[in-house]
Structures are given as structure tokens and as C-alpha cells.
């Protein structure tokens, strides 16, 4: 069975999040200002395209970001909500390529591309024991 026999270019996903002391710059130590961090929202991006496609891989499998490329155009304090998006626009082979966006209540707040690759949960595994 193919990899992405299920798997389709248009497949959105989507994932949310409060704004809060855990996701700021600050707590993140990306910045000294108490809004929603930068790698908080690359976080809520990858979890987006994530849900998009990991329950339509075989069993076994899972994907693996290896690639962000975003802009973090406006900031979002405390109490407020973030939102991704993602839609997969290509697929490689085992590589996947997704536009993700996020919003807040105002609006876009961030935009860009994400890569991620098919792996085989196992074997990964065990290439990453090797690191150790």
C-alpha cells in the first residue's frame, strides 16, 4: 500500500490555542514581551498540518516536520486566541508541503510554508537512538 494512498492535496487541518503565561516570548525566552511567542505559533502551525493527515497514514507511520518558513506579522497578548490553518499544496513523494496561517480575533497573524516527511514510526526511532 502506498504511503499517501489517502492522502490528497487540498486536506486542511486546523488546531487552537488561549494565549497565556506558558506560550509567550518571555516564557520561550524569544522575546521580553508577555505576547504569543513566534515558536509557539510555528508549534500551532506544524500541530495543524499535522491533523490534517496523520490519521489517514498506515499504521506505523507518522510525519515529521523538517522544514518552516513563516512571517509573524502582528502580535497577540494574553487572553486572546490563536488559530492555524494548514492545506497541503504538494506531494513529493514522502514529503508533504503545506500553507499554514494563523489568526487572532483581528485577524492574520502570521503566514507561510511547512514541510513535512513520511516516516516510518520505528525505524525513526531507532535512528534516533544512534544520536545517543
Not at 486546523?14 to 509557539?40: D, Q
Not at 491533523?51 to 506505523?60: F, H, M, T
Not at 490563536?82 to 503566514?111: H, N, Q, T, W, Y
Request: avoid cysteine.
Amino acid at each position: 500500500m502506498s504511503l499517501t494512498a489517502k492522502i490528497e492535496t487540498g486536506l486542511r487541518g486546523a488546531a487552537r490555542e488561549e494565549v497565556n503565561e506558558k506560550n509567550t516570548a518571555i516564557t520561550y525566552g524569544s522575546g521580553s514581551i508577555n505576547v504569543f511567542a513566534t515558536p509557539a505559533m510555528i508549534g500551532l502551525m506544524e500541530k495543524a498540518a499535522l491533523s490534517s493527515v496523520d490519521q489517514l497514514l498506515p499504521e506505523g507511520h507518522s510525519t515529521v516536520g523538517i522544514k518552516v518558513d513563516v512571517e509573524h506579522v502582528a502580535a497577540t497578548p494574553i487572553g486572546g486566541f490563536v488559530e492555524a490553518r494548514s492545506e497541503l499544496l504538494e506531494i513529493d513523494g514522502r514529503r508533504l508541503v503545506f500553507k499554514v496561517e494563523a489568526f487572532d480575533g483581528k485577524g492574520l497573524v502570521g503566514r507561510g510554508r511547512h514541510e513535512r516527511f513520511i516516516v516510518s514510526t520505528e525505524k525513526f526511532l531507532m535512528k534516533v537512538k544512534e544520536r545517543l
